[in-house]
Nanobody
Framework: EVQLVESGGGLVQAGGSLRLSCEAS????????IGWFRQAPGKEREGVSK????????YYISSVKGRFTISSDSAKNTVYLQMNSLKPEDTAVYSC???????????????WGQGTQVTVSS
């Protein structure tokens, strides 16, 4: 059974930092792209960042470039999202998901975690 478990969310003041973790089990980690998505109340889910575990290629949406860093530890089957200089507009439920291949579209992602709440106060 494939499981993705997120952790690391919480409440932080604007300008602060959080590190999210996504631990995967039940899959061959290096065969998957792991993506981080977020969904704020009343808004659509959006892809924030992704990392290809086979080649370590990364992608970020423009609004988080320079503030967020995605990384992967294959020994721990875990992907991290380091979030710095957080803004109130970063407030959302953050979920990780796994896709075979490039994971270019949200429908490519087969497996999803339950999500972790990130709240940034102003």
């Amino acid at each position: 059974e494939v499981q993705l478990v997120e952790s690391g969310g919480g409440l932080v003041q604007a300008g602060g930092s959080l590190r999210l973790s996504c631990e995967a089990s039940g899959l061959t980690f290096d065969d998957y792209t792991i993506g981080w998505f977020r969904q704020a109340p009343g808004k659509e889910r959006e892809g924030v960042s992704k990392i290809g575990n086979s080649d370590s290629s990364t992608y970020y949406i423009s609004s988080v470039k320079g503030r967020f860093t995605i990384s992967s530890d294959s020994a721990k089957n875990t992907v991290y999202l380091q979030m710095n200089s957080l803004k109130p507009e970063d407030t959302a439920v953050y979920s990780c998901a796994a896709a075979r291949g490039q994971g270019s579209y949200i429908h490519d992602y087969e497996y999803w975690g339950q999500g972790t709440q990130v709240t940034v106060s102003s």
